[in-house]
T-cell receptor
Framework: NAGVTQTPKFRVLKTGQSMTLLCAQDMNHEYMYWYRQDPGMGLRLIHYSVGEGTTAKGEVPDGYNVSRLKKQNFLLGLESAAPSQTSVYFC???????????FGEGSRLTVL | GQNIDQPTEMTATEGAIVQINCTYQTSGFNGLFWYQQHAGEAPTFLSYNVLDGLEEKGRFSSFLSRSKGYSYLLLKELQMKDSASYLCAVRDSNYQLIWGAGTKLIIKP
């Protein structure tokens, strides 16, 4: 079972460059999330989606955009990367009622 | 504001018992979760409490007191593979998870 798959796993960007992180899940979950994790801090929600075609802002949405054109995919875009966006990004999926989240392996992004 | 507090780091001995505490202040409460995260890996679900009391699952147990805004994760018969970070998260009134910074547990032989 693939579960939640993120690509790429590692990426180095220069300030001002753009990129897209792709998340795919095969569990038919309605809810999908993008988090960032930084040392000494809890997971912080960037954006989330409660179903195909819907997106909503989380706690730290500035500098990021998302799209959920298909139920199984959730894309996170950085239009103009900044060093403050150096982090590990996790995608997760789940259902509202259970609350349990299934995470991808993470994408480590470095912005120089 | 919303806040979840847990110790930054704890050390315990293989075979022993350790209790990791979590206190929270959130806008609404719809359950408390514990996740385990090994270094360089994704968090994985451990337990869920929505009512007061103790939930036991093998070597791991989780306790909740909603009136005190308090939970703990109890790990028994510690093994070296239990060395990891343990994340406490509360689901608020909007059904969003608010995460603590995690407790790094170091197991010594």
């Amino acid at each position: 079972n693939a579960g939640v798959t993120q690509t790429p796993k590692f990426r180095v960007l220069k300030t001002g460059q753009s990129m897209t992180l792709l998340c795919a899940q095969d569990m038919n979950h309605e809810y999908m999330y993008w988090y960032r994790q930084d040392p000494g801090m809890g997971l912080r929600l960037i954006h989330y989606s409660v179903g195909e075609g819907t997106t909503a802002k989380g706690e730290v949405p500035d500098g990021y955009n998302v799209s959920r054109l298909k139920k199984q995919n959730f894309l996170l875009g950085l239009e103009s990367a900044a060093p403050s966006q150096t982090s590990v990004y996790f995608c997760a999926s789940g259902e509202r009622d259970t609350g349990e989240l299934f995470f991808g392996e993470g994408s480590r992004l470095t912005v120089l | 504001g919303q806040n979840i507090d847990q110790p930054t780091e704890m050390t315990a001995t293989e075979g022993a018992i350790v209790q990791i505490n979590c206190t929270y202040q959130t806008s609404g409460f719809n359950g408390l979760f514990w996740y385990q995260q090994h270094a360089g890996e994704a968090p994985t679900f451990l337990s869920y409490n929505v009512l007061d009391g103790l939930e036991e699952k093998g070597r791991f147990s989780s306790f909740l007191s909603r009136s005190k805004g308090y939970s703990y994760l109890l790990l028994k018969e510690l093994q070296m593979k239990d060395s990891a970070s343990y994340l406490c998260a509360v689901r608020d009134s909007n059904y969003q998870l608010i995460w603590g910074a995690g407790t790094k547990l170091i197991i010594k032989p």
